[in-house]
RNA sequence: GCGGGUGUGCCGGAGUGGUCAAACGGGUCAGGCUUAGGACCUGAUGGCUUAGUGCCUACGCAGGUUCGAACCCUGUCGCCCGCACCA
């Protein structure tokens, strides 16, 4: 069998006969299976090949199970390669495309994944970003999309804004250019507005990874505090009218306020200075700190820099007026982009007051000596009682933050505040490769939305892709177009949409993937949804699937779905790397898939994939490795290819068969639930060893054919393909991808028999011995010594022990008071076990029957062998062996 | 700094309170079978020892709980990942 042809031929079987089709039937048990979708780029690497085996496995087991399984595939085919190489290699974006989805599927396919390819989704098609079009105007019209002027993240490299997510330690996400701020008009989509309701959500996520939900956790950012008001004065302390705002969780520090620092964005810089003497030097320092990159601005262990404003305020505390500064440590991001100083209590407040030379005070004592503001080294952040607070003063501080509120709110200079990290998420890219924002700017009637019917907005295709600017802009046709509500002149928007607004609900499309009426039918999503089970990198999870839930929730609140949460159980899964670090290109260790398809044809890649670690944990590409899953398959294949004649008598091994079988059905079962698919094929290779091992005789015609039928079965969702020959040359009816999945029966778990086969070990590994003596010609006789009856008296005693009382203190008590030399460690390593569990008493210890059957079975494989006699009665040790079997413990054996 | 995770033989990884020198696979070594092949089969693979067997050491490090710990608790160190001048 050549695994790569047996393979294609299986394939083309299973899209014939179409048994991967999801039917929208709602009374059948569904399971919805999802992947995250690939961009196409127009190869399949490890990592895919990791991820999808993953879901397919799971999902031909799920359907096996009886399940009405979703298991789609389709392709996130909008986004800047595409457009790029139409800049680099002056290619149609859209045929580039076409092509490297092709090639993507083509290996997917050859990788027998058993998706339902009737509901392939491709962002890219005006069929789907109509509705992406469609939601937008939704959101529009509730106000939850809405454009604005901002700071926003620049990638000159991308010549485009990007998403806050998308900005990686201050770089682009995609390329890696340092990011610039800019003031732009952007559309944004109003996330924060489901903070709140994203952030307890997750508590609610059971099954997804800790460290997702830690993530998604701190980028929502939530902080409770008090926004603290402050009067803004003159030298001589008059008062201007202005306020300014902070935001603080330690409303417990106000009397340390000593000064206050604004951010340099923060737009009442300006109007403070304007006219002053300060104006000058402050604007040169704005100036050169908006000119530093994003990098270079919060690089760790940065100094801090500021210029005092010429301009004070009155602390509504203590009444004391402290002076305004502007700092590049202060974030216009974060709270109301100025802050309260206290530089006592706040290692950054404190670093930047000793620079400047600014006074501190302690508002909070720490235990132990006093603290002294002039020989302080760093900030006391630790809680303590409060000290120069005024009515507040040795409070505890913790109460102080809760008193300290309480007494501004009634002041009016304070009220509690939430805040959150989270901002707003900016959508608008100034790129062709996208789905275009139905907007239009007349002129008369500002900002138009498109009406619902003129939907999909096309992209032009008549641009010019020069590599410069946004090439939508090139086509006056697009352009130029009419106001959808006075019919007059007017330009269209140019901007496209982020491509991660495509993947926020593409798992809705699957359901109803050719809805020509709707982004999806609402009884069928109803249905389908959430996803049972989600597979992806962990390298989303703050963008794809933050903005995925935001979508979820938002849809519903439209009434289009009637479900909080998308995804039940997410697994991210592990890196693939090769020789310790990572596969990529600049490292030159990528190990192509389609090779290795080529040299041992899928199933193997499959299998090494699944088995060579946990599917959440990091996996290292082993050539080797691979070649050991080749011949574990092709050793499992040979079990029906070259069958053994078997005998049609009962055989001494078939109860340990098809105990073995029912334990492997149990394990592979357990392990498939828990996604631990390695520990799934462990127990598959353990039984194809054990199957490997009996002899003809031991087991029937008609068990042997059992279980080769139900070992198949267990195969098929690791390795489809070997295993749909198998159930063919077992002449088996259908296909085994469709088989029903066995279950098993406990009782049929042959515990005495499991433990036997340490017993038959240590045998065997006598057996071994003998045969290089053997060999050697030294033996003539042998003589086989088994000391067992100390197990079965033993046993006896303790379960009369039991019977009598439950206390298992006394029974251990008594135990440790007896003479244990007359017992032995053997037992004494047993006793806790059987005082645990005494219900276990007679699986652990064999009772003699089956120990004598072993040992004679032994006896006669030795003795035909190697043609010698061997012994085993206890009676026939000599007195010098009983001398030094000291311990009776396993057989052992005796050679004269 | 904060948060999450992890640490077991040559390697990947099992094992989460007792029958454990540690499953299964890979590698290596030895042997078998062979129309010699990257196929298949058997055995060995912590140390010291034996006729059989047994003993010692080991699960990052240090303590603790327990009759008993790789497994539970405490501390500590290393590694990986995420966030980070978030007021």
């Known amino acids: 069998m050549n695994p790569k042809e047996n393979a294609i031929k299986w394939q083309k079987k299973w899209e014939r006969a179409g048994i991967f089709k999801a039917k929208d039937n709602i009374k059948k048990n569904k399971f919805y299976c999802l992947e995250m979708f690939p961009y196409p780029s127009g190869y399949l690497h490890m990592g895919h090949v990791r991820n999808y085996s993953i879901g397919d496995a799971f999902a031909r087991y799920k359907r096996m199970c009886g399940f009405n399984v979703l298991y789609p595939m389709g392709y996130d085919s909008f986004g800047l390669p595409a457009e790029n190489a139409a800049i680099k290699e002056k290619a149609d974006p859209k045929k580039f495309t076409e092509k490297n989805i092709k090639g993507i599927k083509e290996q997917q396919k050859l990788l027998g994944w058993s998706y339902d390819w009737d509901r392939e989704v491709q962002t890219y098609s005006p069929e789907y970003y109509k509705w992406n079009q469609w939601i937008f105007l939704k959101f529009f019209k509730k106000g939850l999309a809405y454009k604005k002027p901002g700071l926003i993240n620049w990638c000159s490299k991308c010549a485009t804004v990007l998403a806050n997510e998308q900005v990686v330690k201050g770089a682009c996400w995609r390329c890696k250019t340092e990011v610039e701020l800019k003031h732009l008009d952007q559309w944004y989509i109003n996330i924060k507005k489901y903070a709140e309701e994203l952030l307890n959500g997750i508590d609610k996520l059971k099954y997804w990874p800790e460290n997702v939900k830690t993530m998604q956790r701190n980028w929502i950012g939530k902080s409770h505090g008090t926004t603290i008001d402050f009067e803004i004065v003159d030298e001589n302390g008059k008062r201007t009218g202005e306020k300014i705002s902070t935001f603080t ?24 200075i304007k006219g002053t003497k300060f104006e000058k030097e402050v604007k040169k320092f ?158 008369k009637c500002g900002i138009v939305a498109e009406k619902e019917e003129n939907l999909p907005i096309k992209l032009p295709t008549d641009v010019k892709f020069t590599g410069k600017g946004n090439p939508v802009t090139t086509s006056a046709k697009f352009v130029n177009c ?67 839930r935001f979508f979820t929730k938002a849809l519903r609140d439209l009434g289009l779905l009637d479900f909080d949460e998308p995804f039940t159980k997410l697994l991210t899964q592990g890196m693939v790397t090769k020789d310790g670090a990572k596969m990529s290109k600049s490292i030159g260790n990528i190990v192509d898939p389609m090779q290795m398809i080529d040299k041992y044809g899928p199933d193997t890649v499959r299998v090494f994939i699944l088995f060579a670690a946990l599917p959440e944990k990091e996996l290292e590409w082993n050539d080797q490795g691979v070649a050991g899953i080749s011949r574990f398959l092709f050793r499992t294949y040979n079990l029906v ?46 039984l194809v060893s054990a199957v490997n091992r009996y002899r003809e ?180 040790a000599t007195e010098e062996v009983k001398a030094k079997q000291a311990m009776p413990g396993k057989p052992a054996l005796i050679i004269n």
């Open 286 to 443: 704005v100036k050169e700190t908006i000119k530093k990159s994003i990098i270079e601005r919060t690089a760790e262990g940065k100094e801090k820099n500021g210029c005092f404003l010429g301009k004070y305020f009155i602390n509504p505390a203590n009444g004391e007026k402290c002076p305004l500064w502007v700092a590049d440590y202060a974030l216009m991001e974060y709270g109301t982009g100025a802050v309260m100083a206290v530089p006592t209590h706040d290692q950054r407040d404190f670093e930047f007051a000793r620079k400047y030379d600014l006074p501190m005070r302690i508002v909070i004592s720490a235990p132990g000596e006093p603290l002294d503001p002039k020989k302080m080294k760093k900030a006391y952040e630790g809680n303590g009682m409060m000290v120069n607070s005024g009515q507040f003063d040795r409070m505890n501080n913790g109460k102080a933050i809760e008193e300290i509120t309480k007494w501004l709110i009634k002041q009016k200079s304070g009220k509690r505040t939430v805040n959150y990290k989270l901002r707003d998420w900016l959508i608008s890219r100034q790129r062709y490769w996208g789905t275009p924002i139905p907007v239009v700017y007349c002129d």
């Open 641 to 686: 290819d070259e069958p053994r004649k078997q005998k049609k008598e009962t055989g001494n091994k078939e109860k340990t068969l098809i105990g073995k079988l029912h334990r492997t059905i149990q394990q592979v079962t357990e392990s498939l639930d828990n996604l631990e698919l390695n520990r799934a094929i462990n127990a598959l290779m353990e």
């Open 697 to 876: 005789e031991e087991v029937h015609l008609n068990t042997y054919k059992e279980i080769l039928r139900v070992l198949t079965i267990l195969l098929s969702p690791f390795a489809p393909h070997i295993a749909e020959e198998m159930w063919h040359k077992q002449k088996q009816k259908g296909f085994v991808s469709i088989a029903k999945w066995p279950a098993y029966d406990k009782g049929k778990i042959d515990v005495k028999a499991e433990a036997c086969e340490n017993l038959i070990g240590s045998v065997m590994a006598d057996i071994a011995k003998v045969k290089e003596l053997a060999k050697l010609d030294k033996i003539k006789e042998v003589k086989l010594f088994v000391a067992s009856e100390w197990k079965f008296k033993f046993a006896k005693n303790m379960k009369k022990l039991l019977a009598k009382t439950r206390d298992v203190g006394k029974i251990m008590k008594e135990f440790m008071q007896s003479d244990l030399k007359s017992y032995g460690q053997e037992i004494k390593k047993m006793i806790p076990r059987l005082i645990k569990d005494p219900t276990r008493l007679t699986e652990t210890i064999l009772d003699q029957k089956t120990e004598l059957k072993i040992l004679k079975a032994a006896k006669e494989q030795i003795e035909s062998e190697f043609s010698c006699k061997l012994f085993f009665e206890k009676a026939e």
């Open 482 to 548: 009419k106001c959808p509500k006075c019919q007059g002149k007017a330009r269209r928007e140019t901007d496209t949409m982020d491509t991660f607004v495509d993947s926020s609900w593409y798992f809705l499309r699957y359901c109803s993937p050719k809805d020509n009426k709707k982004p999806f039918n609402k009884t069928k999503v109803n249905y389908w949804l959430p996803v049972d089970q989600y597979i992806g990198g962990v390298e989303h999870a703050v963008g794809h699937l933050l903005y995925a």
């Open 249 to 272: 969780t330690r409303p417990d520090t106000l009397f340390g306020v000593t000064y206050l620092v604004f951010s340099v964005e923060h737009p009442m810089v300006a109007k403070l």
